[in-house]
C-alpha cells in the first residue's frame, strides 16, 4: 500500500526542547517537502528537498532543520529557536517529473506547553 | 509569500447546488493545482492545469484558467454533503518543484 506517513500524530513539547517529526514515504519519489499551517491559514513552505543529500530552504525555514540521508525520509526538527512552532505541520512528496502533483501525508499536530 | 487568494474564503450551499471558489495569482506560473483539505487531515490533489490549458474537467470538477487575469476557478457540480472541506489552490512558477499555496476557501455543502 503505497502511500506517505507522518509521527506521531500529535506532538506536545515543553519550551525550550527541540522535536524531530517523521516523514516518510514509498512512493518512489525524489522530491519531499514540509509545510507549516496555522488555524484557518493554508500552507507555508519550510524546507523542500529535490534529491537525497540536498535540501533547499522554503519561506519560513528559521528555527527549522530537516536532513535527507535516505530517499523515503525526511526528518524535520523543530528547534527552540522557532518562537512559535504550535501548528499543524505536513509533509508532501512528489515524482519531481513532469508537473508536480504532490502527495501528502496526514500531518502531525504540534503543540508547545 | 501566499502567491495565491481564493475567492470566497468561505462558502454554504445546498446539497445539489454548484460551488464555483476563484483563485487569482499574482506572478506568471507554470501550472495551477487545486487541493481539498478535510478538517485535520492532508491535503488530496484534485487537478491540474498547465499553463497552455484553459479548461478541463475531472469528474464533477471543472478548472477554468485564465493566464491574462491571472486566475483560476473550481466549480463543483451537483454538490454533496462529502464535499464539505477546505479548497486550495496552489501555483507552480517554474520547474523549483515549489507549490506556493492560497489561504483556502472553506466549503459547506449542507444536507
Known amino acids: 500500500d503505497g502511500g506517505i506517513t507522518q509521527s506521531p500524530k500529535y506532538l506536545f513539547r515543553k519550551e525550550g526542547q527541540n522535536v524531530t517529526l517523521s516523514c516518510e514515504q514509498n512512493?518512489?519519489?525524489?522530491?519531499m517537502y514540509w509545510y507549516r499551517q496555522d488555524p484557518g491559514q493554508g500552507l507555508r513552505l519550510i524546507y523542500y528537498?529535490?534529491?537525497?543529500?540536498?535540501?533547499q530552504k522554503g519561506d519560513i525555514a528559521e528555527g527549522y532543520s530537516v536532513s535527507r540521508e535516505k530517499k523515503e525520509s525526511f526528518p524535520l526538527t523543530v528547534t527552540s529557536a522557532q518562537k512559535n512552532p504550535t501548528a499543524f505541520y505536513l509533509c508532501?512528496?512528489?515524482?519531481?517529473?513532469?508537473?508536480?502533483?504532490?502527495?501528502f501525508g496526514p500531518g502531525t499536530r504540534l503543540t508547545v506547553l | 509569500s501566499q502567491q495565491g487568494e481564493e475567492d470566497p474564503q468561505a462558502l454554504s450551499i445546498q446539497e445539489g447546488e454548484n460551488a464555483t471558489m476563484n483563485c487569482s495569482y499574482k506572478t506568471s506560473i507554470n501550472n495551477l493545482q487545486w487541493y481539498r483539505q478535510n478538517s485535520g487531515r492532508g491535503l488530496v490533489h484534485l487537478i491540474l492545469?498547465?499553463?497552455?490549458?484553459r479548461e478541463k474537467h475531472s469528474g464533477r470538477l471543472r478548472v477554468t484558467l485564465d493566464t491574462s487575469k491571472k486566475s483560476s476557478s473550481l466549480l463543483i457540480t451537483a454538490s454533496r454533503a462529502a464535499d464539505t472541506a477546505s479548497y486550495f489552490c496552489?501555483?507552480?512558477?517554474?520547474?523549483?518543484?515549489?507549490?506556493?499555496f492560497g489561504s483556502g476557501t472553506r466549503l459547506l455543502v449542507r444536507p
Open positions: 496552489a501555483t507552480e512558477k517554474d520547474s523549483s518543484y515549489k507549490l506556493i
Open positions: 508532501a512528496s512528489s515524482s519531481g517529473l513532469g508537473y508536480n502533483e504532490q502527495f
Open positions: 512512493l518512489n519519489h525524489d522530491a
Open positions: 528537498s529535490q534529491i537525497v543529500n540536498d535540501f
Open positions: 492545469i498547465r499553463s497552455n490549458e
